[in-house]
Structures are given as structure tokens and as C-alpha cells.
């Protein structure tokens, strides 16, 4: 999985860890969404993700940007 690209595709709750630690995964937007919770440590450890769209949106992240 290379690109997931998910925005306005109306999906909620948290940011699932199974899409987050996909070890190919180089671009991961999920814009427009009804996302809650904060967003998983696991995103910024990625070595390969090099976009990360979670703006204009409904989501309801919460939290600080973990550390990488």
C-alpha cells in the first residue's frame, strides 16, 4: 500500500493502527472526515510517509502531535 487516499469518504471514529502501520505507506490522506481521538504515534515513526492530510475537515482530533 503506497497511497491511501481517503478524504470525504465520511468515516469515523479513530485512526485505524492497521492503516497507520502499513510499512510501504507514503501518502496518507484522510481530509473531510468525521475523525475523532488523537492521532497514533505510530504515523510519525513512518519512515516512508511523506504527506499526512487530516485538514478541512469535520475531524475532531484531539491531543498534541505525538513525537516521532
Do not use: F
Amino acid at each position: 500500500l503506497g497511497r491511501a487516499l481517503l478524504a470525504r469518504n465520511r468515516l469515523s471514529g479513530s485512526v485505524p493502527a492497521s492503516v497507520a502501520s502499513q510499512p510501504r505507506l507514503a501518502d496518507l490522506d484522510l481530509s473531510e472526515n468525521q475523525l475523532t481521538g488523537s492521532v497514533p504515534a505510530i504515523l510519525l515513526r513512518s519512515s516512508g510517509l511523506g504527506m499526512l492530510n487530516l485538514s478541512r475537515n469535520g475531524n475532531a482530533l484531539g491531543g498534541g502531535v505525538p513525537d516521532a
